[in-house]
């Protein structure tokens, strides 16, 4: 009977940090998100007449651009959530 209780503690201690896991992730996605939503739409606004470039020129209405340019709003927002998480747990707001 032992046995059966041992393993029945180390399957609940991997399903706790599992648990624990997948609400770090789903807290980290919903900033990163939340975060996002600072940035513009498209790359395109990032162009300002005072800097006398067209933004047809550089290449700033392509669809490689705004890819481009979701792929960095994404990292740096990914980047951002993770570092407020740890902040957040270290202050013990997060579990």
Known sequence: MSRFSMYDRVQ????DAE??????????????????RE???????F????L????????LNSDAAQDAYAIFVESVCLAKAKELYSEAQFMGDVA
């Open 19 to 36: 648990a624990v896991q997948i609400a770090k992730d789903e807290w980290i996605r919903d900033k990163a998100e939340e975060l996002s």
């Open 39 to 45: 940035f513009p739409e498209c790359a395109m606004e």
């Open 52 to 59: 006398g470039l067209s933004p047809y020129k550089v290449g």
């Open 47 to 50: 162009y300002r007449p005072s």
């Open 12 to 15: 609940q201690m991997r399903d």
